[in-house]
T-cell receptor, first 117, second 112 residues
Framework: AQTVTQSQPEMSVQEAETVTLSCTYDTSESDYYLFWYKQPPSRQMILVIRQEAYKQQNATENRFSVNFQKAAKSFSLKISDSQLGDAAMYFCAYRRGADNYGQNFVFGPGTRLSVLP | DAMVIQNPRYQVTQFGKPVTLSCSQTLNHNVMYWYQQKSSQAPKLLFHYYDKDFNNEADTPDNFQSRRPNTSFCFLDIRSPGLGDAAMYLC???????????FGDGTRLSIL
C-alpha cells in the first residue's frame, strides 16, 4: 500500500521569507500523481500544486514550487515570499495513475505552517 | 461558479440517532468521495463512487453508508452514531485520471 509521510508536524516562517515543507512517499507504481493541498483554519481544502510523475520538470504556481525527486520518492513544497494568508495546514497527497485501480488519494499527516509578521 | 456544496455546515445529533449528510456538485465530475477528518489530522477516506460504482474502504465502520442517486448528489448516512464519530466530514469530487480533488466546506458533526 502507498504511504505518504510529512516529517514536520509544524513549521514557521517570517513574512516575506521562504519555507520548504517536506514530503516523502512510498510506492511501487511508476505512474502516479502528487499534490499539495492547503487547508486554512475552518476553511475549505484547496489545491496548491500538482505534479505528474512522468514529468521531470518541477511544477510551479506563482510563489509555490515543488522539488520532485522521483528516485528518492521526495516531493517538497517551497513557498517563496511567504504571506500571512499562507498560514494553514498543508497536506501532501498521492494518487495512483491507472484508472482501473480506483481513485483513491492517500494523504500525509499534514504540516501546520505559521507565518510570523 | 461550479462548486461542491455540503449541507449542513454544522450538524448535531444524539448518540445512536441516524443522521444524513449531503453533498452536491455542479462540476459534473465522475468521482465523489467522503472523508472523515478529526482535529489536526489528515482526511481519512471512507468511500468513493466512480460514476455509479461504489468503493468502500476496508476499515470504514459498518454503520457508515453512502448513496449516490445521480451524478450531482451523494449522501453519507451514519446509522447509529457513536461519540467517536464526531468529526468534520468532507466531500470531494474529481474527474477520472490524475485530476485533483475539489472539496466542499465540510460538515462538522457533533454527537450529544
Amino acid at each position: 500500500a502507498q504511504t505518504v509521510t510529512q516529517s514536520q508536524p509544524e513549521m514557521s516562517v517570517q513574512e516575506a521569507e521562504t519555507v520548504t515543507l517536506s514530503c516523502t512517499y512510498d510506492t511501487s507504481e511508476s505512474d502516479y500523481y502528487l499534490f499539495w493541498y492547503k487547508q486554512p483554519p475552518s476553511r475549505q481544502m484547496i489545491l496548491v500544486i500538482r505534479q505528474e510523475a512522468y514529468k521531470q520538470q518541477n511544477a510551479t504556481e506563482n510563489r509555490f514550487s515543488v522539488n520532485f525527486q522521483k528516485a528518492a520518492k521526495s516531493f517538497s513544497l517551497k513557498i517563496s515570499d511567504s504571506q500571512l494568508g499562507d498560514a494553514a495546514m498543508y497536506f501532501c497527497a498521492y494518487r495512483r495513475g491507472a484508472d482501473n485501480y480506483g481513485q483513491n488519494f492517500v494523504f500525509g499527516p499534514g504540516t501546520r505552517l505559521s507565518v510570523l509578521p | 461558479d461550479a462548486m461542491v456544496i455540503q449541507n449542513p455546515r454544522y450538524q448535531v445529533t444524539q448518540f445512536g440517532k441516524p443522521v444524513t449528510l449531503s453533498c452536491s456538485q455542479t462540476l459534473n465530475h465522475n468521482v465523489m468521495y467522503w472523508y472523515q477528518q478529526k482535529s489536526s489530522q489528515a482526511p481519512k477516506l471512507l468511500f468513493h463512487y466512480y460514476d455509479k460504482d461504489f468503493n468502500n474502504e476496508a476499515d470504514t465502520p459498518d454503520n457508515f453508508q453512502s448513496r449516490r442517486p445521480n451524478t450531482s448528489f451523494c449522501f453519507l448516512d451514519i446509522r447509529s452514531p457513536g461519540l467517536g464519530d464526531a468529526a468534520m466530514y468532507l466531500c470531494a469530487t474529481s474527474r477520472k485520471g490524475g485530476q485533483p480533488q475539489h472539496f466542499g466546506d465540510g460538515t462538522r458533526l457533533s454527537i450529544l
